[in-house]
Each structure stands twice: as structure tokens, then as C-alpha cells.
T-cell receptor, first 111, second 112 residues
Framework: GDSVTQMEGPVTLSEEAFLTINCTYT??????LFWYVQYPGEGLQLLLK?????DKGSNKGFEATYRKETTSFHLEKGSVQVSDSAVYFC??????????FGTGTSLTVIP | NAGVTQTPKFQVLKTGQSMTLQCAQD?????MSWYRQDPGMGLRLIHY???????DQGEVPNGYNVSRSTTEDFPLRLLSAAPSQTSVYFC???????????FGQGTRLTVV
């Protein structure tokens, strides 16, 4: 079935470090791919998305590229800030009626 | 603009009790859904609705009922709570055809 696998956490980085959170997917077809972020005590918010192969989603300094050949959608940021501390979820959806989420990766950025 | 509002934020139930988790959105979204979030398992879809009067099951529907009498509201009912239903529950809504979903802040439910 359709599923998403993302790297285990937690991840702890120093401020201004480079961030990569790996995400791979299994799907019969070509879904839309998403990164959602959950800040402490809040619901999930869409961070970025890509709807077809080779698309790059970007927002708030984060980027992810839809790679069909490796079925991946890795999240990257060149210089993290303390305010980026959150849980990050990779997800896929075909119709938008059901999202398949990864298990989430907790990121803590220390000053 | 309130977005998606869930109540209550926290709830403790005894095994066998019933309760309703409320979800309301003010964005006139046709699509609404309920997820549960468990450690190490991400979010899993319980039920969803594509419009008033229409509901369907998701990945983990057992033990939960839903109805959609208005566009704005999509309550989730636990008829007889079990400890396995201890979880954080999220309601989400979106426009039909849109890819972005908007989530509420969640309800943390503990069943003892």
C-alpha cells in the first residue's frame, strides 16, 4: 500500500547548522508530496508541497525536491534557527481525501 | 479568522464512557477529516467527509462514529471508550480539489 518513511529522530542541531530530514515514499502512481510542521502545542501546518516529479517546494528557507527516480522528498534548510524547533511530518496524497503521514521527526535547535 | 477549532483540548475518560469531540471550521470547506496521532505511527485517518450528509471511513474507523449535518461541524463520537483510544486527535479541513489541509490544535484524550 501507499506509505511514507522518514528518518528517525530526535534530531538536535546547533543554530545555523545545515538540516536534512530524509523522506521516501511508496505509492502506486504519482502522488502529491508534502511537508507539514507541528510546533509545540499546535496543530499541523503546511510547510511546503510539490505536486509532480522534479518540482521543488520551498518556504521559510526550507526546500524539498520531488524525486521520482529515488521516490524521495528530503527536507533541507541551510541554516536552522531556534524557532525551527518542531516536529516535521512528510506526507503523500493522491486525491487530497486521504493523507499518508510519516512518523514525524522531532527537531531541536540549540543556541 | 478562527480556522479549525477543536474542543476540548484535554479529556480524561473512564473505560466504557462515551463522549464527542467537537470540530468546527469557518472557512466553508467542503472536506473535513479526523486523524489520530500516536507515538511512532504518525497520523492515521479515522473518518472523513466530502460534504454535508456524506461521510466515509479511513484507515482506523473502528470504535468511532461521525456525522456531518452542516458544512461547519464534524463531530467525532466515541460510544464506549477503550484504553487503545488514548491518543491525540486532530481535525482537518480543506477545499475540494485543494491539496493543503488546515488542522486544528488537537484534543489529547486519555482513557483509563
Amino acid at each position: 500500500g501507499d506509505s511514507v518513511t522518514q528518518m528517525e529522530g530526535p534530531v538536535t542541531l546547533s543554530e545555523e547548522a545545515f538540516l536534512t530530514i530524509n523522506c521516501t515514499y511508496t505509492a502506486t502512481g504519482y502522488p502529491s508530496l508534502f511537508w507539514y510542521v507541528q510546533y509545540p502545542g499546535e496543530g499541523l501546518q503546511l510547510l511546503l508541497k510539490a505536486t509532480k516529479a522534479d518540482d521543488k517546494g520551498s518556504n521559510k528557507g526550507f526546500e524539498a525536491t520531488y524525486r521520482k527516480e529515488t521516490t524521495s522528498f528530503h527536507l533541507e534548510k541551510g541554516s536552522v534557527q531556534v524557532s525551527d524547533s518542531a516536529v516535521y511530518f512528510c506526507a503523500l496524497s493522491f486525491t487530497g481525501n486521504q493523507f499518508y503521514f510519516g512518523t514525524g521527526t522531532s527537531l531541536t535547535v540549540i543556541p | 479568522n478562527a480556522g479549525v477549532t477543536q474542543t476540548p483540548k484535554f479529556q480524561v475518560l473512564k473505560t466504557g464512557q462515551s463522549m464527542t469531540l467537537q470540530c468546527a471550521q469557518d472557512m466553508n470547506h467542503e472536506y473535513m477529516s479526523w486523524y489520530r496521532q500516536d507515538p511512532g505511527m504518525g497520523l492515521r485517518l479515522i473518518h472523513y467527509s466530502v460534504g454535508a450528509g456524506i461521510t466515509d471511513q479511513g484507515e482506523v474507523p473502528n470504535g468511532y462514529n461521525v456525522s456531518r449535518s452542516t458544512t461547519e461541524d464534524f463531530p467525532l463520537r466515541l460510544l464506549s471508550a477503550a484504553p487503545s483510544q488514548t491518543s491525540v486527535y486532530f481535525c482537518a479541513s480543506k477545499r475540494t480539489g485543494a491539496s493543503e489541509a488546515f488542522f486544528g490544535q488537537g484534543t489529547r484524550l486519555t482513557v483509563v
